[in-house]
């Protein structure tokens, strides 16, 4: 690990350390990391809209409205290819929180979330984006589970012929 030192005016100091404080951090370095990769996974977003990410997007909406709730399933559905899965939470009697865990295309899960959460109906919706590096190459090895509806064997093989897949993980 390497080190840096830094020097802050008093009054960014202090604000430094009630920022610290205020959100549990056990010291002035883990924050600072934090702090880091937070922009350079902001910089990287940035700069690579062709690149791959992981996201969770949150929002609520009235589970009375019926159309809202159709809008929404519908639009999940026409891209299963980004979701991986949902949460449905029930905040009281009428509103709902969901969140919904997506990775694709950094472009075009950022444009799914927007057409989401400016749907009629739907509130209080963001979205975290986690910069994704695919690890080089697509390949495949045996697995000792088989997926719902596979015919995949113990030794990784559906129908007889390894599924190739691609390994993620973040970058910063």
């Not at 990391?33 to 809209?49: K, P």
């Not at 997926?147 to 993980?169: L, M, R, T, W």
Request: contains cysteine; proline residues 3%.
């Amino acid at each position: 690990m390497q080190r840096f030192t830094i020097s802050l005016e008093e009054a960014l100091a202090v604000q430094f350390d009630a920022l610290i404080a205020a959100k549990g951090y056990s010291n002035r370095s883990e924050a600072v990391r934090d702090l880091i990769r937070t922009q350079l996974d902001a910089v990287h977003l940035d700069a690579s809209q062709s690149g791959w990410c992981v996201a969770t997007l949150n929002y609520v909406y009235d589970h009375h409205d019926k159309t809202v709730t159709e809008r929404v399933l519908s639009l999940q559905h026409d891209h299963h290819d980004l979701v991986i899965t949902s949460l449905h939470t029930h905040l009281d009697h009428d509103h709902c929180l969901e969140t919904v865990v997506l990775r694709g295309p950094v472009k075009t899960v950022n444009a799914f979330s927007q057409t989401l959460v400016a749907l009629r109906g739907v509130r209080h919706g963001n979205i975290h984006v986690v910069p994704l590096d695919q690890g080089g190459h697509s390949h495949a090895h045996p697995h000792a589970h088989a997926h719902s509806g596979d015919q995949a064997d113990a030794q990784g093989k559906e129908n007889g012929v390894k599924v190739p897949h691609i390994h993620f993980k973040p970058i910063s």
